[in-house]
């Protein structure tokens, strides 16, 4: 008895939802069952009672209820003071926000822009190998530096962990950034994609929801929701429902999960889609960034050409540019109404806000133009390799409307490609003279002027 008992209540907690949900179908199962094969009513009850408590627990761990587990950082006390001492703002009446991604390119710029506002930032990020971890070493390393920000080494799959976060320092906002990045490694490694963008997204949401108060909620999707839309440039009202890439299709899921979070609970909620930002320290699998390291070394670089051999063009957009939209919308997302309970069932108390911006850089520039604008600032000719985008997940053109984010959020983008490429150009210069590294890996040293939010000695942005 006491191997089938435990084999069933195994089985309870890996399928603990089907479970809850059937309990009472079981009971009565196992009820005809001992009449059948004449088991005790004792050893039925024993067993069911079991296999309740199995399935309850670990539906709580999935949906991150339940006590919090005692071997994990937030019973030490150290780590706690760290997340206070991180999160709590130094003034009264400041925010306190949560940047999931934190050691992220647009994460890190962000977290220092936060923190010398005035506000307390706690960062959280996974430091996975989509690239080298060095570089996001080195961005938080620069936060401790800079912004005495503490970034918890976490995953935004463990609620647990984000719920013990949030029992600590009481977030006024969520900045969701953390994602599984890139069009087409999503074709390599697809359930990446689905466990970060998605269920990623929910398991914050999940907490966000239950918190008390509940946080704002500002997150990043993507231009790529936009997909094969043809009418140019993308407005915030334009269609979405023909994704070029799985990449795309998490993104445009998470928009449909954050209203359906911002309509049953209440949770504020802004989306921002991104424009291919660029900028100094920014990710070695971007366009920018490997187009430099080829033209240094003299390697073919591959420019994709579009239907009818047409030219590929991006709305490129400075990461200074970005921070002041992101910092604009968590400035202005307004608190969260929460939901009151009624009886068996809670509704929200109002209607909550729900926004969508676009984040661009004003004028879309060819991929071609862009490589003109590289070879001149590095003084070297790049080798040209063309071909066709076909299958790549990638789209031929992207362009922002801003009309909504200029008017709500004052968002104006100020920096121009050739401006931005020269202070890529110069980081990129002084970085890998210091952290000389194999082609397509990470540098590991410390940047020297990575983002002007970090104090007035760093000037790049």
Not at 110 to 138: C, E, M, Q, R
Not at 214 to 228: C, E, H, I, N, R
Not at 426 to 445: I, V
Request: glycine fraction near 8%; aromatic fraction near 10%.
């Amino acid at each position: 008895m006491g191997s089938a008992r435990r084999l069933v209540i195994n089985w309870a907690r890996r399928h603990a939802r089907l479970v809850h949900n059937t309990c009472r179908v079981v009971v009565s199962i196992l009820l005809l069952l001992v009449a059948y094969m004449s088991f005790s009513r004792v050893v039925v009850q024993d067993l069911t009672k079991d296999l309740l408590h199995a399935s309850r627990s670990a539906l709580g761990r999935q949906m991150g209820h339940g006590p919090l587990d005692s071997r994990k950082p937030w019973h030490d006390p150290a780590w706690v003071t760290r997340v206070r001492q991180s999160g709590n703002p130094p003034r009264a009446g400041g925010f306190s926000v949560l940047v999931t991604g934190a050691a992220g390119f647009v994460g890190s710029f962000t977290s220092l822009a936060i923190a010398k506002k005035g506000w307390g930032v706690v960062g959280l990020d996974n430091f996975n190998h989509y690239y080298d971890p060095a570089l996001k070493l080195t961005r938080e390393k620069l936060m401790h530096k800079n912004g005495r920000i503490f970034v918890v080494h976490g995953d935004i799959n463990d609620a647990d962990l984000i719920r013990a976060l949030f029992h600590i320092v009481p977030f006024t906002h969520v900045l969701h950034l953390a994602a599984q990045a890139g069009v087409r490694y999503a074709k390599e490694d697809p359930m990446s994609y689905v466990q970060s963008n998605v269920a990623g997204l929910v398991s914050v949401l999940e907490v966000c929801a239950r918190a008390r108060p509940q946080p704002a909620f500002v997150w990043a999707s993507s231009s790529s929701v936009y997909g094969l839309n043809s009418h140019y440039p993308f407005s915030e009202i334009d269609r979405t429902d023909q994704p070029a890439s799985l990449y795309a299709a998490t993104k445009k899921a998470g928009e449909e999960i954050v209203h359906v979070y911002n309509y049953l609970y209440g949770l504020s909620v802004t989306t921002l889609r991104f424009f291919t930002v660029y900028g100094p320290l920014g990710r070695p699998d971007m366009a920018i960034y490997n187009f430099t390291e080829s033209i240094l070394s003299q390697t073919p670089i591959q420019v994709y050409r579009g239907p009818n051999n047409t030219a590929v063009a991006r709305d490129f957009t400075y990461i200074g540019d970005i921070v002041n939209g992101i910092m604009a919308a968590v400035e202005t997302a307004a608190k969260s109404t929460g939901y009151k309970d009624h009886g068996k069932t809670k509704r929200k108390a109002r209607p909550a806000q729900f926004r969508i911006f676009n984040l661009g850089g004003n004028r879309p520039v060819t991929v071609d133009e862009m490589v003109t604008m590289l070879e001149k600032t590095l003084n070297r000719t790049a080798i040209r390799l063309y071909e066709s985008m076909d299958g790549t997940g990638d789209v031929p053109y992207t362009a922002a409307n801003l009309t909504l984010a200029e008017k709500h959020l004052g968002y104006s983008p100020r920096t121009s490609l050739k401006k931005g490429l020269k202070k890529f150009v110069l980081w990129y210069l002084k970085y890998t003279s210091r952290n000389r590294t194999p082609k397509n890996s990470s540098p590991a040293g410390e940047p020297s002027d990575p983002s002007p939010a970090a104090g007035p000695q760093l000037g790049l942005i």
